[in-house]
């Protein structure tokens, strides 16, 4: 036989152990597997349970038949000694009741004297005690559950029941359990072959919808039957994560496109002013001033470079872990003076109302930060002569920080996007910024398990509504104090 004949007879022996491979090493036939085998032995288990049940009834009604009519007869023997033991039994075998009834009376000598069997049975040497054996009753065989009784001149009665009937019955049982097993085996295969297919529908459909994700059709979704099962919840569950990737790579796609659209003019502009002075500073004084305008213009873009990489931390959670218990209300109150003289010098008004204590758990620096950014956009969007409300305090189990200016606003078909990064809405357009201050604070906020809500400045009496942007914390509530007095005493 050539080598290549011999590959081929190999690859044949091999070929069905690795299709089979597969098929043993999927979930779905372990799961299916699982649930024959689980299915199987309980319905066996119940099955058999009859089964016994049902033999054990009979035995015991059959020895409650056969104690009787013994201790029928030991009364008879008691009172008229062996002769009227005989009459009792002759009488019994006369009814025709007592069909199924077996006696034997025999002598010490092992001599019949009187009963419905042809001698005493094999095996049976004991007394007080049961057997179950084959006799010969009247010439035909049969099977019996008997017991005997010895005398003490040695003469021995046998009483029983034919239990034939029982017999066939217990083999009719045991046929039928076999049939039972079997019709259960099938039922477990198909049940198996079922439970496969349903999981073989979704694990197909997943795979299907990831593979179309990775071939780049991001809009693919898995398919959800409406049935409303663990599959359906598995779908949704699965199409919401594909939802937030989606959305996280548009964020990236556009924060991707707003870098290069937000630092192209600021690095063309230090450039061409670095160029305009390689050309043309003929002082020294000329060429400082270049330069220094330069720096100011990096300096710029590398802020925003900070504030993207700030944010991206915040995100992450590393700054959770110096969480701390802070009062939040002597920071606030600082903050307040300084903005208070910076809003005076733009000709603004800043209005403060902040209640304390305000305790909560978290960074001290970025809750001051998120702040910062609040109050800087109401200085940068109030008009002239506006009134900014700078407003602080405790609700219950969180705490409010309120900043409301007299702006433009943010209308309410664009507050949805504000705190994406590098996000600019009509009326912040021609201002100056990178459009990452409610990024930052929606960032903190999220860290430390609040919320930052935008809203309408409501002011019937001015053109503009305004913004009011409430930065809500969760606060730091100490737990329930179990006072020693209001516990019951004992004694």
Do not use: C
């Not at 999927?26 to 085998?37: E, I, K, N």
């Not at 002769?83 to 002598?107: C, E, F, P, Q, T």
């Not at 009247?138 to 017999?167: E, H, I, K, N, Y």
């Not at 990489?309 to 802070?326: D, K, M, P, Y």
Request: no cysteine; proline share 5%; net charge negative.
């Amino acid at each position: 036989m050539s080598h290549r004949a011999q590959m081929a007879g190999t690859d044949g022996a091999a070929g069905e152990p690795r299709r089979l491979r597969p098929f043993i090493r999927s979930a779905g036939v372990r799961f299916a597997v699982a649930y024959a085998l689980v299915f199987g032995v309980s319905a066996f288990i119940l099955a058999f349970s009859i089964w016994y049940s049902t033999l054990g009834l009979l035995q015991h009604q059959v020895e409650a038949e056969v104690r009787a009519d013994e201790f029928g007869l030991l009364e008879h023997e008691g009172m008229g000694g062996l002769g009227a033991l005989s009459v009792a039994i002759a009488n019994r075998m006369a009814d025709a009741a007592n069909v199924n009834a077996i006696y034997l009376l025999v002598d010490p000598t092992g001599r019949p004297v009187v009963g419905n069997l042809d001698s005493w049975p094999r095996g049976l040497t004991g007394v007080q005690e049961w057997y179950e054996l084959p006799v010969q009753r009247q010439g035909v065989a049969s099977v019996a559950l008997m017991r005997a009784t010895m005398f003490p001149d040695g003469s021995r009665l046998l009483v029983g029941r034919d239990v034939q009937a029982r017999s066939e019955l217990r083999l009719i049982l045991r046929d039928a359990l076999i049939w039972a097993f079997g019709i259960m085996v099938a039922l477990g295969a198909f049940g198996a072959l079922l439970i496969r297919s349903l999981f073989r529908r979704i694990i197909q459909d997943v795979a299907e919808t990831t593979r179309a994700i990775a071939r780049g059709e991001l809009s693919r979704r898995v398919p959800v039957s409406g049935v409303g099962d663990e599959f359906d919840e598995l779908a949704v569950v699965i199409n919401d994560m594909l939802e937030r990737l989606g959305r996280l790579m548009d964020g990236v796609r556009q924060v991707s496109n707003a870098i290069a659209h937000d630092l192209r003019t600021p690095v063309a502009r230090a450039r061409a002013r670095l160029e305009d002075a390689a050309l043309h500073a003929h002082t020294p004084e000329t060429m400082s001033a270049a330069i220094e305008r330069a720096i100011s213009d990096l300096d710029g873009i590398t802020g925003i470079f900070e504030a993207l990489l700030r944010i991206s931390e915040i995100e992450a959670g590393s700054r959770r872990a110096a969480f701390a218990a802070v009062d939040l209300a002597p920071m606030l109150h600082d903050m307040d003076e300084l903005y208070a003289v910076v809003a005076e010098e733009r000709g603004l008004k800043l209005d403060s109302s902040i209640h304390g204590p305000l305790p909560v758990i978290g960074d001290r620096q970025l809750v001051q930060q998120a702040v910062a950014n609040l109050l800087d956009n109401a200085l940068k969007f109030s008009p002239m002569n506006g009134v900014i409300r700078f407003q602080a305090q405790r609700h219950e189990q969180v705490v409010e920080i309120v900043v409301a200016d007299r702006g433009p606003g943010i209308p309410e078909n664009e507050r949805a996007r504000a705190t994406e990064r590098f996000y600019r809405g009509e009326a912040a357009r021609h201002t100056q910024g990178s459009g990452l201050g409610l990024s930052l604070v929606a960032a903190v906020a999220q860290l430390h398990g609040g919320t930052l809500y935008l809203g309408d400045n409501h002011a019937p009496d001015e053109p503009n509504t305004g913004l009011r942007a409430v930065l809500v914390l969760p606060a730091n509530v100490p737990p329930p104090k179990f006072v020693a007095s209001s516990l019951p005493r004992r004694g």
